[in-house]
């Protein structure tokens, strides 16, 4: 038996040396590695098989880096550098996938985990988000070490594993961990921006949106409470048609759409590369801000980043047809522009409703990053990172319209950027949690090649 788990070793180690980072992509895709919110449908045993899998891909990574296991299987690697004054960086990303909507399976062009690659692409949940980050980061590291590469400035990676639902076990282990070890950060950079190449602004230039900052989070249950029984007496507004009431007036009543910090310093940045009148409009935002605005609400891929979102998601009543429930709930969910909190959301929210009748409970998100400085040091090397191996594309700050683990790392760092230099389309970026989840290969290559740039000048 010894002799068999010898071989078995050998030859994963053998197969992994072998392999091109497209194939070792391809076979993290077939690791299962999915958070479920009911943490006990989690196989665990996917994820030590995940961190087994990077131990034997990048044996330098992991032998020369200070490697540890933080929270059972999420990974702080550690890369000292030659000057203790200065200040290390981190690069963060996270092991997890969402799981396949049930009854979707069958609409993949190739099935969700077993990590096709065809007509140049890879196929596969996680391909996105966000096994391309943290493959990408160790290929890069990988690469670096072989070439013997001594950064000055220490780099830090950690990888969480569970930032799918929420992160408290993974990143905001790994933070205390961090923590413990007395460190802080120049800078950091976790998931979200990417390089759009169908952007109807620049269409001969792909823009690379680095995010500066993420929109905060929010759910809200409703319940209504009322009299219930027999169908063939019923009250004259039952809890369904009242809580049914609220959640209409609710979406009936959105908020208003504003420009903030980061989507203004994005118009600004792309202004000197449009055409007129886009180039009067983006450089006068002063003026036309209201109207930028408006126009980028009427839109549904654009309308995230200019209001504070509301989607009803959940709704639970009754037990039987012929039965009126006493009791009717609903979940609400919002993504907040950065300066709005959920104390505000909740109070428009009471006064649309205007019914004493249906209650409102939350737990706020806790921990919304701050606005990071996009004239800085950390923003100016991902900046130079793009531009060496995309030197046409535009480099502009921007609004992550999602969340990230980045929370956890709030007070570690100086300032926060989430960015992976994967080019896609507007399209392809929706099959994110979605269906069809694929990566270009050349896209996927050229991200480790910005990755190895914002490792090598980020630590110099």
Same mark, same amino acid.
């Given at each position: 038996?010894?002799?068999?788990?010898?071989?078995?070793?050998?030859?994963?180690?053998?197969?992994?040396?072998?392999?091109?980072?497209?194939?070792?992509?391809?076979?993290?895709?077939?690791?299962?590695?999915?958070?479920?919110?009911?943490?006990?449908?989690?196989?665990? @045993?996917?994820? #030590?098989? !995940?961190?087994?899998?990077?131990?034997?891909?990048?044996?330098? $990574? *992991? +032998?020369?880096?200070?490697? &540890?296991?933080?929270?059972?299987?999420?990974?702080?690697?550690?890369?000292?550098?030659?000057?203790?004054?200065?200040?290390?960086?981190?690069?963060?990303?996270?092991?997890?996938?969402?799981?396949?909507?049930?009854?979707?399976?069958?609409?993949?062009?190739?099935?969700?985990?077993?990590?096709?690659?065809?007509?140049?692409?890879?196929?596969?949940?996680?391909?996105?988000?966000?096994?391309?980050?943290?493959?990408?980061?160790?290929? @890069?590291?990988? #690469?670096? !070490?072989?070439?013997?590469?001594?950064?000055?400035?220490?780099? $830090? *990676? +950690?990888?969480?594993?569970? &930032?799918?639902?929420?992160?408290?076990?993974?990143?905001?282990?790994?933070?205390?961990?961090?923590?413990?070890?007395?460190?802080?950060?120049?800078?950091?950079?976790?998931?979200?921006?990417?390089?759009?190449?169908?952007?109807?602004?620049?269409?001969?230039?792909?823009?690379?949106?680095?995010?500066?900052?993420?929109?905060?989070?929010?759910?809200?249950?409703?319940?209504?409470?009322?009299?219930?029984?027999?169908?063939?007496?019923?009250?004259?507004?039952?809890?369904?048609?009242?809580?049914?009431?609220?959640?209409?007036?609710?979406?009936?009543?959105?908020?208003?759409?504003?420009?903030?910090?980061?989507?203004?310093?994005?118009?600004?940045?792309?202004?000197?590369?449009?055409?007129?009148?886009?180039?009067?409009?983006?450089?006068?935002?002063?003026?036309?801000?209201?109207?930028?605005?408006?126009?980028?609400?009427?839109?549904?891929?654009?309308?995230?980043?200019?209001?504070?979102?509301?989607?009803?998601?959940?709704?639970?009543?009754?037990?039987?047809?012929?039965?009126?429930?006493?009791?009717?709930?609903?979940?609400?969910?919002?993504?907040?522009?950065?300066?709005?909190?959920?104390?505000?959301?909740?109070?428009?929210?009471?006064?649309?409703?205007?019914?004493?009748?249906?209650?409102?409970?939350?737990?706020?998100?806790?921990?919304?990053?701050?606005?990071?400085?996009?004239?800085?040091?950390?923003?100016?090397?991902?900046?130079?990172?793009?531009?060496?191996?995309?030197?046409?594309?535009?480099?502009?700050?921007?609004?992550?319209?999602?969340?990230?683990?980045?929370?956890?790392?709030?007070?570690?760092?100086?300032?926060?950027?989430?960015?992976?230099?994967?080019?896609?389309?507007?399209?392809?970026?929706?099959?994110?949690?979605?269906?069809?989840?694929?990566?270009?290969?050349?896209?996927?290559?050229?991200?480790?090649?910005?990755?190895?740039?914002?490792?090598?000048?980020?630590?110099?």
């Amino acid at each position: 038996m010894l002799r068999f788990f010898v071989a078995m070793t050998v030859l994963l180690i053998s197969t992994a040396s072998f392999a091109s980072p497209v194939q070792r992509l391809a076979e993290a895709v077939r690791i299962q590695t999915i958070s479920y919110q009911e943490r006990e449908r989690i196989d665990y @045993a996917q994820f #030590q098989r !995940l961190n087994d899998y990077l131990r034997v891909s990048y044996p330098l $990574v *992991f +032998a020369r880096l200070q490697v &540890e296991t933080v929270s059972d299987y999420s990974l702080l690697l550690r890369w000292p550098g030659s000057d203790d004054s200065l200040k290390p960086i981190l690069f963060t990303a996270h092991t997890d996938v969402v799981p396949v909507e049930p009854g979707t399976e069958d609409d993949w062009a190739h099935p969700a985990f077993a990590g096709v690659v065809a007509d140049g692409r890879i196929y596969g949940r996680g391909t996105l988000d966000d096994k391309l980050g943290v493959m990408g980061l160790l290929e @890069a590291a990988e #690469q670096l !070490l072989a070439e013997g590469f001594v950064p000055r400035r220490g780099i $830090v *990676f +950690a990888f969480g594993h569970d &930032e799918e639902i929420s992160g408290e076990q993974g990143a905001a282990s790994l933070a205390a961990r961090m923590r413990e070890l007395d460190l802080h950060f120049e800078w950091m950079v976790d998931e979200g921006g990417m390089l759009l190449s169908d952007n109807p602004l620049l269409p001969d230039r792909p823009m690379a949106m680095v995010n500066v900052a993420e929109k905060g989070y929010l759910t809200i249950t409703l319940v209504a409470t009322g009299e219930g029984g027999h169908s063939s007496n019923p009250p004259r507004i039952s809890t369904i048609g009242r809580l049914s009431n609220a959640l209409a007036r609710i979406e009936a009543n959105p908020f208003e759409p504003r420009l903030v910090g980061p989507v203004e310093a994005m118009f600004e940045t792309i202004a000197p590369y449009v055409g007129q009148p886009e180039r009067f409009v983006f450089n006068n935002l002063w003026l036309t801000g209201g109207i930028v605005a408006s126009r980028m609400d009427d839109e549904r891929l654009t309308l995230p980043f200019v209001r504070t979102t509301t989607a009803l998601t959940m709704i639970n009543a009754g037990v039987k047809e012929n039965v009126v429930p006493q009791r009717a709930e609903a979940k609400v969910n919002f993504r907040l522009l950065p300066g709005d909190t959920a104390e505000g959301v909740v109070e428009y929210i009471r006064e649309v409703i205007n019914d004493p009748q249906v209650t409102i409970s939350y737990d706020p998100w806790e921990n919304v990053p701050p606005i990071s400085d996009h004239q800085a040091a950390g923003f100016q090397v991902i900046s130079e990172a793009v531009t060496a191996v995309y030197p046409e594309a535009v480099v502009t700050p921007s609004l992550l319209t999602a969340t990230t683990d980045t929370r956890h790392y709030i007070g570690l760092s100086d300032n926060q950027y989430r960015f992976h230099g994967v080019m896609m389309s507007a399209g392809q970026a929706s099959s994110i949690h979605g269906t069809n989840e694929f990566i270009d290969v050349r896209s996927y290559e050229k991200s480790i090649l910005i990755a190895r740039e914002m490792l090598r000048r980020g630590a110099r």
